[in-house]
């Protein structure tokens, strides 16, 4: 139904930046709501922040606590979605993956995750 294809990680320096892209393509209208995720080796995945994406309902974000004031989260469409990380930390090292999903109220429906992007940040 969605694909969703994540692009722009890497290796960075401590304090660097990097943008994150995630691409939707397929029946992009069954998602009202897009967001990034990260997963270290060592932990499980968390959220990282999100965005509505609905026609109607478009540009709200929130944040993980982690990441406020360094990331910023974007998309143009509901096609396109981007992570802006800025000042980066060790501790943001992992992989990025791109979700997207449509919630009514209490419900979320149609759950679906790219493959993934690597983030390495150096010290």
């Known amino acids: 139904q969605v694909q969703l294809v994540e692009s722009g990680g890497g290796l960075v320096q401590a304090g660097g930046s990097l943008r994150l892209s995630c691409v939707a393509s397929?029946?992009?209208?069954?998602?009202?709501?897009m967001g990034w995720y990260r997963q270290a080796s060592d932990k499980e995945r968390e959220l990282v922040a999100t965005?509505?994406?609905?026609?109607?309902?478009?540009?709200?974000t929130h944040y993980a606590d982690s990441v406020k004031g360094r990331f910023t989260i974007s998309g143009n469409s509901a096609s396109n979605m981007f992570l802006q990380m800025n000042n980066l930390k060790p501790e943001d090292t992992g992989t990025y993956y791109c979700?997207?999903?449509?919630?009514?109220?209490?419900?979320?429906?149609?759950?679906?995750w790219g493959q993934g992007t690597q983030v390495a940040v150096s010290s």
């Open positions: 397929g029946s992009i209208y069954s998602m009202n709501i």
């Open positions: 965005i509505t994406t609905g026609i109607s309902h478009f540009g709200d």
């Open positions: 979700r997207g999903a449509y919630k009514d109220g209490t419900s979320t429906r149609n759950n679906f």
